[in-house]
């Protein structure tokens, strides 16, 4: 068998999903970690993303500092962390809501931005609040392109919890690396096999959660455009 094939053999084993240590604990727990990760990323990038979208001030200070974030390197993090803070869950756990934050970040001040400044103004002119222009207005219309960045974030955080497993920690990484232990290639593949799966599955729902929140209309003219996009232009 090449081994793709073995991967599957080795994923449609019962025993492999059954066990204490098997595929739907390694699940959970990946689930577990990345779902941790982007609650932690989303309570600390959404109220700045916000204060900034909203009052236009500080964008030129935190945004490239968020863009720098995006550039260290995942795994030198963790082991620094790890280095400093010892095994467990609070290093990799660090790193990642670090690899989190400028996705939501980025997706709650665009949003806020993307709102037509007359829609806040005659808010305003009925009397709303900062509070209520805020809570009833401009959150509720930025919401498409929050949803988006923390899907964006999502995806990363899911994909990159599996470097975590060699502190050690549990999660689907730990297929990689105990299988690189014993140069067990099928149980590798497998388990990158379920990192993509679960990948693929938080990106359909939150894709499923995007469609739901976007106003009609709006869908609409995304439509409209992507038609005028692909017509062919006759001469």
């Known amino acids: ?25 390694r699940l959970i727990e990946h689930a577990g970690y990345s779902g941790l990760t982007i609650v932690i990323a989303a309570l600390i990038a959404l109220p ?3 204060a900034i979208g909203h009052t236009g001030r ?9 863009g720098a974030l995006r550039a260290l390197p995942t795994l030198g993090l963790v082991t620094l ?20 934050v400028p996705p939501i970040l980025a997706g709650a001040y665009s949003g806020l931005e ?20 805020i809570f009833q207005v401009e959150l509720p219309l930025a919401l498409p392109l929050i949803v988006g960045g923390m ?50 599955v ?5 894709a499923a959660i995007e469609r739901w929140i976007t106003p009609r209309g709006a869908r609409a003219r995304a439509s409209d455009r992507g038609t005028s996009l692909q017509t062919p232009v006759l001469s």
Do not use: C, H, K
């Open 114 to 133: 993307a709102i037509d400044p007359a829609t806040t103004d005659a808010a305003r002119a009925i009397g709303f609040t900062r509070w209520q222009v």
């Open 48 to 50: 700045v993303g916000v």
């Open 151 to 200: 899907r964006a974030a999502a995806l990363q955080v899911i994909a990159t919890w599996t470097v975590a497993a060699f502190l050690p920690l549990g999660g689907l990484g730990r297929f990689l690396i105990d299988g690189l232990a014993v140069r067990d290639y099928a149980q590798m593949l497998g388990g990158s096999l379920l990192v993509i799966a679960l990948a693929l």
């Open 81 to 100: 962390l790890a280095l400093l803070l010892g095994t467990g869950l609070v290093p990799p756990l660090i790193a990642l809501v670090i690899l989190a």
């Open 202 to 206: 938080v990106d359909v729902l939150f």
């Open 58 to 66: 500080g964008r030129e200070i935190v945004v490239p500092f968020t």
């Open 1 to 25: 068998m090449n081994p793709l094939e073995e991967a599957f053999v080795w994923l449609a084993t019962p025993d492999n999903w059954e066990s204490p240590i098997g595929i739907w604990q």
